[in-house]
């Protein structure tokens, strides 16, 4: 390896860990999630969760991207983002139209300030692979929630406005 490549790899790794530090990311956080998803999973997602969580802490956001995701690593589930999201009565802003206009909203730009931004990265961090909330000082581990609702019979977790469930 030449002198000058070696120059150029130390200046990347330096930026990264400045860019990491700034951003508040630890190398164990960083390596912790798997950012294998598509934009198209990311558009899906994040409007979703608006839809189901737009008025909800960020804690709030992010447990439902995980339970979606619980769902789609789920055998009882369809295996895709989409396929779970558009499955026959599981969400009501799809059956009302609401997820729809939410997708045509994100193509035009409104997912770049406010709570439609915090949507955007809690989805980016649920398809990832993050399964653990934040909540009132406390780390939530939510691998094996599959469910939520405003109101769920012995819900086991309740974050914002939302119950969550591991059995229905």
Same mark, same amino acid.
């Given at each position: 390896?030449?002198? !000058?490549?070696?120059?150029?790899?130390?200046?990347?790794?330096?930026?990264?860990?400045?860019?990491?530090?700034?951003?508040?990311?630890?190398?164990?956080?960083? $390596?912790?999630? @798997?950012?294998?998803?598509?934009? *198209?999973?990311?558009?899906?997602?994040?409007?979703?969760? /608006?839809?189901?969580?737009?008025?909800?802490?960020? $804690?709030?956001?992010?447990?439902?991207?995980?339970?979606?995701? #619980? %769902?789609? &690593?789920?055998?009882?589930?369809?295996?895709?983002?989409?396929?779970?999201?558009? =499955? *026959?009565?599981?969400?009501?802003?799809?059956?009302?139209?609401?997820?729809?206009?939410?997708?045509?909203?994100?193509?035009?730009?409104?997912?770049? !300030?406010?709570? %439609?931004?915090?949507?955007?990265?809690?989805?980016?961090?649920?398809?990832?692979?993050? @399964?653990?909330? %934040?909540?009132?000082?406390? #780390?939530? *581990?939510? #691998? =094996?929630?599959?469910?939520?609702?405003?109101?769920?019979? &012995?819900? !086991?977790? %309740?974050?914002?406005?939302?119950? /969550?469930?591991? &059995?229905?």
């Amino acid at each position: 390896m030449s002198f !000058k490549t070696l120059v150029v790899r130390m200046i990347a790794v330096f930026v990264l860990a400045g860019v990491m530090l700034m951003s508040g990311t630890t190398l164990s956080k960083a $390596a912790e999630w @798997d950012d294998e998803y598509t934009s *198209r999973e990311v558009k899906m997602m994040a409007s979703i969760i /608006f839809c189901e969580a737009g008025n909800q802490s960020y $804690a709030g956001k992010l447990a439902v991207g995980i339970v979606i995701m #619980n %769902r789609k &690593n789920s055998r009882k589930f369809p295996n895709s983002v989409e396929k779970v999201i558009r =499955q *026959r009565g599981q969400f009501t802003p799809v059956r009302t139209g609401k997820y729809s206009r939410e997708l045509k909203k994100y193509s035009k730009g409104a997912y770049k !300030k406010g709570a %439609r931004a915090q949507c955007v990265k809690a989805a980016k961090q649920a398809l990832a692979g993050r @399964d653990t909330v %934040r909540y009132k000082g406390k #780390n939530i *581990r939510m #691998n =094996q929630y599959l469910f939520f609702s405003q109101h769920l019979r &012995n819900a !086991k977790l %309740r974050i914002g406005g939302h119950d /969550f469930k591991i &059995n229905y």
